[in-house]
């Protein structure tokens, strides 16, 4: 068997993470709630979303950012509606963002079944994430992801095209026989198209909007969209069946 490069995205791809900050969104929005009265829900999530997305754009995915983005939408109202912006407040919203980096994360569902298939398959697997190096490790360490990819786990907190071509470089990649695995159009899919190797989207079933761009690029290899992890191995089995009739 034709053995592959495949780099797999780690949150919301091989396991949880955007559910557990729609749950700490909602508790926040409900403790501004009670203390913003004449706010909606909807108005709360939105103003903390904009102001997370140019924080991400300034400094971005490093964990340090979202209890910071909760403070700000505190104090953007405080000021809004010239109320006294009161430390204390600051402070537990700080505490309730900290809480989402703080909880055991969960894999998806045959995560270990097929990263052990694939590795029985001799296929090369590589991590390449998003985040902050003590935040993610810490995940990684906690689902024992350590046997499956070892020292080949790229951790960037500005997660795009050139990131993605620097983690080619460094591994030596043959766009041809390199796939990128991963739920986000953004910070997956777009830039493994973008160079030019074949991409693999699993959409999760709790998106983050950071996450939805067009994909206008048109691929060099292949692009597939599935809806589960158990879909890969049939895929990469495929491919190298036609791979090798096409070298016959």
Not at 68 to 86: G, I
Not at 176 to 201: C, F, Q, V, Y
Not at 202 to 220: F, G, L, Q, R
Request: aromatic share 10%; hydrophobic share 35%; glycine share 4%.
């Amino acid at each position: 068997m034709e053995k592959l490069t495949l780099i797999f995205d780690l949150d919301d791809t091989l396991i949880h993470c955007n559910k557990y900050f729609r749950d700490t969104i909602n508790q926040f929005a409900a403790q501004m709630k009670q203390w913003f009265p004449e706010l909606t829900i909807q108005q709360i999530k939105q103003m903390q979303l904009e102001i997370d997305m140019k924080s991400i754009a300034e400094h971005g995915l490093h964990s340090s950012r979202f209890p910071e983005s909760l403070a700000a939408t505190y104090l953007y109202f405080s000021e809004k509606y010239n109320q006294s912006v009161e430390q204390t407040k600051v402070d537990e919203l700080r505490r309730i963002g900290q809480g989402v980096f703080e909880i055991e994360v969960q894999p998806f569902p045959h995560m270990y079944e097929v990263l052990n298939t694939l590795r029985q398959d001799g296929h090369h697997l590589f991590m390449y994430t998003g985040g902050d190096k003590a935040n993610q490790n810490r995940k990684i360490v906690q689902l024992e992801l350590e046997a499956y990819f070892g020292k080949r786990v790229f951790i960037y907190e500005h997660k795009n095209s050139e990131a993605l071509r620097q983690v080619l470089q460094t591994i030596k990649a043959d766009p041809k026989k390199t796939w990128m695995i991963g739920n986000s159009l953004k910070t997956d899919i777009r830039p493994a198209l973008e160079n030019g190797i074949n991409a693999i989207h699993i959409p999760s079933p709790i998106e983050w909007s950071y996450n939805n761009v067009k994909i206008d690029i048109a691929p060099k290899g292949e692009f597939l969209t599935v809806n589960s992890l158990l879909d890969l191995p049939r895929i990469f089995k495929t491919h190298n069946s036609r791979y090798n009739e096409n070298v016959v």
